[in-house]
């Protein structure tokens, strides 16, 4: 591997190590996605399942059960499980935000419609608990099922908290842990679970997926000020114009002056925009340190991730998961 291998990056590292883990979960997933009597299930899923993600999340899965001495292979079925929870949810995100663009390609909703996006997600849900239950371990479904009841519960919150001004850091926190955060630590800690780990090995795999997927999001949404677009898939200002209040906003409003807080609620609350608002909009996060503050949140999210998985002992797979932490700021530099 030698030089190669240093120059990865930490989920390339992961990728190759799981080569052949991936590959069966890949298969997998495929043959669970089949559909003989609807064959539009298979279209819109492959559609997204195939655009080329990292598949962060079910390497996570694989990643946490090869870290706590797991040989078997119902870590493949939990990591095809938690990509068909994530691509559901996708699925329905991209309905209910109304996006055109999902990973640099059409979303389903745009190709199809609305009906065949929420269905398919449906399907894929019920798909992910059929695989659980194959584990035969109902602690198991009950992390994964409480996950799913998490990510709606955030869904639904953001609904009502993305364009209120007096959303705080702390709703955000919440929604945040629902969207995103929810399905990474439950992806490390049912690896954990199925690698019958010792319960405080359990719980620093759980602290490192809600800690790694709070850093996750929050540099997605400082991504979307300051990104570049053949990068993230998103055009820079995406969130502003869909009027999501993140938290490089929630920052600014809350050092906003009146004539300040006016722009806010007229372009997120009531959805007034005009040319050259974006401009404006970044202006204010930098005259307020909100896009720095912001970065300092991410960068101390993804160092409580790296304090959570240097409990385990030395294991390679231990550090490319703190390297991951890492890079998932990285991004932001």
Known sequence: MGLDHASMKPHERLAQRFEGKLGAVNALIRARMASKHAPRIPEVTAHLVEAGGKRLRPMLTLAAADLCGYVGDHDEKLAATVEFIHTATLLHDDVVDESAQRRGRATANLLWDNKSSVLVGDYLFSRSFQLMVETGSLRVLDILANASATIA?????????????????????????????????????????????????????????????????????????????????????????????????????????????????????????????????????????????????????????????????????????????????????
Do not use: C
């Open 153 to 333: 519960e955030g869904e639904v919150l953001q609904l009502t908290a993305a364009r209120d001004l007096a959303t705080t850091e702390e709703i955000y926190l919440q929604v945040v842990r629902g969207k995103t955060a929810a399905l990474f630590s439950a992806a490390t800690e049912v690896g954990g679970v199925i690698a019958g780990a010792p319960e405080d090995h359990v719980k620093a795999l759980f602290d490192y997926g809600d800690a790694l997927g709070i850093a996750f999001q929050i540099a997605d949404d400082l991504l979307d000020f300051q990104g570049d677009s053949a990068t993230t898939g998103k055009n820079v200002g995406d969130d502003f114009r869909e009027r999501k209040l993140t938290l490089p906003i929630i920052k600014a409003v809350a050092a906003a002056d009146a004539e300040e807080r006016a722009f806010w609620s007229r372009t997120i609350e009531k959805g007034r925009q005009e040319e050259g608002d974006l401009e404006h909009a970044v202006s204010l996060l930098h005259r307020h340190g909100a896009l720095e503050a912001t970065r300092a949140d991410a960068v101390a999210w993804a160092d409580m991730a790296k304090a959570a998985i240097a409990q385990f002992p030395e294991h390679p797979v231990r550090d490319m998961l703190s390297d991951l932490s890492d890079y998932v700021v990285a991004r932001l530099a």
